[in-house]
């Protein structure tokens, strides 16, 4: 079996090898190719992912290469995890638009729409390369925006899933809460990418009780803390947001605490230099405990159950994937791309049945779902007016000053990526 990783030089890399090296069972790798402009990292990444796998004692060969359409051919399934720009342009995504007032966060508001306008070119073009190589090659997406990313590709008729660490997330700490393996941990887990809530915890499948009002009794305090929501919230709710419904529920309390900090980008980048350092030790053989504070946990337990369900050769039967709604949620279009629980096999992912959603939940959906139609305009088509639109659409915006201010500034800072500007 081969694979190829598209942005292969990530420090998140050693994280996935790693989970390869662990899950040989379930996805067995005979050829691991990673592909990166950036000799550089790729080096280093190389390397390391080489001392991984040989000290869990697997066989799998690992090449390095700039050349996509090498790397792709013949490969069972390509994973997309790119950043168009580097940590430099999400450290701008993440800054201009609070000069605005709006929140700086590199996968939604103002900046996630730059990242999408910068990325979704690019993305379609390596997925039109790899169908050209290999038409029956799955492609998994968890380069962010994953929803707009994912529609693009939806769209365009590759073989795509789109996937978030978010829902394994919740699994793994819900399990370690209620004392319980995390397989036998069942999430009612619905919304948009990086915009979901978790409507049910079911102890056993789909099926299964839901005890959801027991850990929202027995551990409110302690996931409202972790998800720096008031405990009331939660309890009013009746159900736990992702994280990222902060930058809903608190914008203005968010782009407060942004203005007095570092932006993550910052320390991302820091965090990346030394870990960069750390890679380059020949003795170094495992990931480091570090790469845990770079975020993506538990990114290679969901990317191999993904891979391998999609491949055949083992995984998970349900998993919270994105994917094309297709009336599984009425009040959408049938192209938006949700994320939700479905069953993965050899033929793709089919959303399971959702029951009908709170207005709550339905209303923001339905706003953000019609953001990222426009925002997915824009980036395919180009244009101030097309970008204009996408920004005044966002419920984290939503002002016509807001818009054509953060409209300047995005071309401006962006212009060396966007052909078009």
């Known amino acids: 079996m081969k694979l190829a990783v598209v942005g292969g030089g990530s420090t998140y890399t050693p994280e996935l090898v790693d989970g390869f090296a662990r899950l040989h069972d379930v996805l067995p790798v005979d050829e691991l190719v990673l592909v990166d402009p950036a000799a550089d990292r790729l080096d280093l990444v190389g390397g390391l992912a080489r001392r991984i796998l040989a000290k869990q004692g697997h066989g799998a060969r690992v090449t390095t290469t700039a050349d996509l359409d090498a790397a792709v051919d013949g490969a069972d399934a390509v994973l997309l995890q790119l950043r168009v720009g580097g940590q430099a342009a999400r450290e701008q995504d993440e800054t201009w638009p609070l000069d605005c007032g709006c929140v700086g966060q590199e996968t939604t508001g103002a900046g996630g729409l730059a990242k999408a306008l910068r990325t979704v070119p690019v993305v379609l073009d390596i997925a039109e390369r790899v169908r050209r190589a290999n038409p029956d090659a799955w492609i998994v997406d968890f380069t962010n925006p994953v929803g707009i990313v994912t529609r693009a590709l939806l769209q365009a008729g590759h073989k795509a899933v789109g996937l978030c660490n978010v829902a394994i997330g919740f699994q793994r700490r819900f399990a370690a809460a209620l004392g319980v393996e995390p397989a036998q941990i069942f999430l009612d887990h619905v919304g948009l990418n990086h915009l979901t809530w978790e409507n049910g915890v079911r102890l056993g499948g789909p099926d299964g009780a839901d005890v959801l009002p027991r850990l929202l009794a027995e551990s409110g305090d302690e996931i409202a803390d972790s998800l720096r929501l008031p405990r009331a919230a939660l309890d009013r709710l009746g159900v736990i947001p992702s994280y990222y419904l902060r930058y809903y529920y608190a ?135 097309r970008v204009f639109k996408a920004l005044l659409s966002h419920p984290l915006i939503g002002q016509y000053e807001y818009a054509e201010a953060l409209t300047d500034r995005l071309l401006a800072h962006n212009r060396e990526h966007l052909a078009w500007a």
Do not use: C, W
Request: hydrophobic share 45%.
């Open 251 to 385: 914008h203005d309390e968010v782009v407060r605490e942004l203005g007095t900090k570092p932006s993550r980008a910052a320390e991302v980048a820091a965090m990346e230099r030394e870990l960069l350092e750390l890679y380059a030790d020949p003795a170094l053989d495992e990931k480091p405990a570090l790469l845990a504070k770079r975020g993506g946990a538990f990114y290679s337990e969901a990317a191999v159950d993904l891979t391998a369900s999609l491949i055949g050769t083992g995984g998970s039967p349900y998993q919270v994937v994105n994917v094309r709604n297709g009336g599984t949620l009425p009040f959408l279009p049938d192209d938006a791309v949700i994320e939700v629980q479905a069953r993965v096999d050899a033929h793709g992912a089919a959303p399971l049945p959702v029951p009908e959603l709170d207005p709550l939940q339905r209303g923001l959906i339905a706003h953000v779902t019609a953001y990222e139609e426009l925002a997915l305009e824009a980036a395919l088509r180009g244009g101030r007016d």
